[in-house]
C-alpha cells in the first residue's frame, strides 16, 4: 500500500521563511514552552485528577442525602465501578463544557427568537416556490434525509416510550 506524501509536517516546533532563513525567529506553540517537562505535564494531570475525584466525591454525597436510602443501595450495587464511573462522568462533563464554550452555543433568548424560527419553517413548508428552487438545485436528497433522521428520532422516543418494540401491551 502506498501512503500519499505529505506536503508538511503536522508536528513542527517552528518554520523559518525560506526568504528570511538567516534572520528568522522560530516560533513556539502553547505546548512546547521552555523548560516544560514531563515531570510538570504529570503533575498537572494528577492535581486535575485530584480535584475531579474530590468534586465527584462532593457531589456524590450531596447525591446521597438527596436520594436517601435509594442512593446508598445504588452505591452499594456499583461498588468498585463507582469510582471509575464517576471520573468516567466527570471527564464527560468537562468535555462537554468546552464544547459548549467552543460553539458558542446557548439557549434562546427570547420567545421573538423561537417563534421566527418556525414562522420561517411554516412558510418555507407553504411555498410552491421553495419546493422548485429545492428540486431544481438538487437539495431535495439533503432535505429528504433530515426529515428521515427527524421521523427515526420520533419513532424510537415511540418504541422507548412504549417500553416495546411493537405496539403496547394492552390487557
Not at 532563513?21 to 521552555?34: E, I, L, N, V
Not at 468546552?98 to 417563534?115: C, I, K, N
Request: aromatic share 12%; net charge positive.
Amino acid at each position: 500500500m502506498v501512503r500519499p506524501s505529505v506536503p508538511f509536517r503536522l508536528a513542527q516546533p517552528f518554520r523559518p521563511c525560506r526568504a528570511n532563513a538567516r534572520f528568522a525567529q522560530p516560533s513556539r506553540f502553547a505546548s512546547s514552552t521552555p523548560g516544560s517537562t514531563a515531570a510538570d505535564a504529570q503533575k498537572k494531570a494528577q492535581e486535575t485528577l485530584a480535584v475531579a475525584q474530590k468534586r465527584l466525591g462532593e457531589a456524590w454525597e450531596v447525591s446521597k442525602k438527596a436520594l436517601g436510602p435509594v442512593g446508598d443501595k445504588a452505591g452499594n450495587m456499583l461498588g468498585s465501578y463507582r469510582e471509575p464511573l464517576q471520573y468516567n462522568l466527570s471527564v464527560a462533563r468537562e468535555f462537554l463544557k468546552q464544547v459548549y464554550v467552543a460553539e458558542r452555543l446557548q439557549p434562546p433568548t427570547s420567545f421573538s427568537t423561537v417563534s421566527s424560527a418556525y414562522s420561517t419553517l411554516w412558510s418555507r413548508a407553504s411555498s410552491a416556490a421553495y419546493w422548485r428552487e429545492l428540486v431544481r438545485s438538487g437539495d431535495y436528497a439533503k432535505v429528504g434525509i433530515y426529515a428521515l433522521e427527524a421521523y427515526g428520532i420520533f419513532k424510537i422516543g415511540e418504541v422507548v416510550g412504549r417500553r416495546s418494540l411493537v405496539g403496547y401491551n394492552v390487557q
